[in-house]
């Protein structure tokens, strides 16, 4: 199956700065998202973005597709950014039918 | 527009115990889909369900269940509880019905299952 890869792993970053989290996919994908998991467990939709480049707020994401790559970008970072960031690709899994693969997250911490 | 929602939120059980777990989806979304979150495993993908109907399996043995009724509400049930089912079970519904994508998914708070 689909193969998606997250980087960096970890991530600190001082009240302010900016940051780019990068999502690798390792073949042609239907749909792409990306996520912020709260401290209570739940997923948050930040995006939903198969290709292009989509804003809201300080965040900001560009798919390119032909490439296979997806970029998260955080502009201003404030502590309550602070959490994982997922990324999760859908691809055809074979009978007729699709399922969304998660990479392994990028653990963001802003620091006042 | 109410969101997903997942029951229980937390429930602690012992091993060779069974547990359903509930999803409502979005009013109007058909599809649901379930995953489990663990630090080792990270976020995989369980099954989906639309229109009452299994439409893609994970690789979860058959301990591992579930089912869609009319009202587009999932359960999941496992059973046989083993330490190894500790998790974050998450539910996830969306408009479409998986067969041109995943569609844009939503997912719930998500139930919190402790085996002892």
């Known amino acids: 199956g689909i193969q998606v890869e997250q980087s960096p792993p970890d991530l600190i970053l001082q009240e302010g700065a900016n940051s780019t989290l990068r999502c690798n996919f390792s073949?042609?994908?239907?749909?792409l998202q990306w996520f912020h998991q709260n401290p209570w467990g739940q997923l948050i939709n930040l995006f939903y973005?198969?290709?292009g480049t989509k804003q809201n707020g300080r965040l900001s994401a560009t798919t390119v597709a032909t490439e296979r790559y997806s970029l998260l970008y955080i502009s201003s970072s404030q502590t309550t950014d602070s959490g994982v960031y997922f990324c999760?690709?859908?691809?055809?899994?074979?009978?007729?039918?699709?399922?969304?693969?998660f990479g392994k997250g990028t653990k963001l911490s802003v620091i006042p | 527009k109410a969101g997903v929602t997942q029951t229980p939120r937390y429930l602690i059980k012992t091993r060779g115990q069974q547990v359903t777990l509930s999803c409502s989806p979005i009013?109007?979304?058909?599809?649901v889909s379930w995953y489990q979150q663990t630090p080792g495993q990270g976020l995989q993908f369980l099954f989906e369900?639309?229109?009452?109907?299994?439409?893609n399996k994970g690789n979860f043995p058959g301990r591992f269940s579930g089912r869609q009724f009319s009202n587009s509400r999932s359960e999941m049930n496992v059973s046989t509880l083993e330490l190894g089912d500790s998790a974050l079970y998450l539910c996830?519904?969306?408009?479409?019905?998986?067969?041109?994508?995943?569609?844009?998914?939503?997912f719930g708070e998500g139930s919190r299952l402790t085996v002892l």
């Open positions: 999760a690709a859908s691809a055809y899994s074979g009978a007729g039918s699709y399922q969304l693969t």
């Open positions: 369900y639309f229109s009452e109907t299994q439409r």
């Open positions: 973005i198969p290709s």
């Open positions: 996830a519904s969306s408009s479409t019905s998986g067969r041109t994508g995943t569609g844009e998914l939503f």
């Open positions: 009013s109007g979304h058909r599809s």
């Open positions: 073949d042609s994908v239907n749909n």
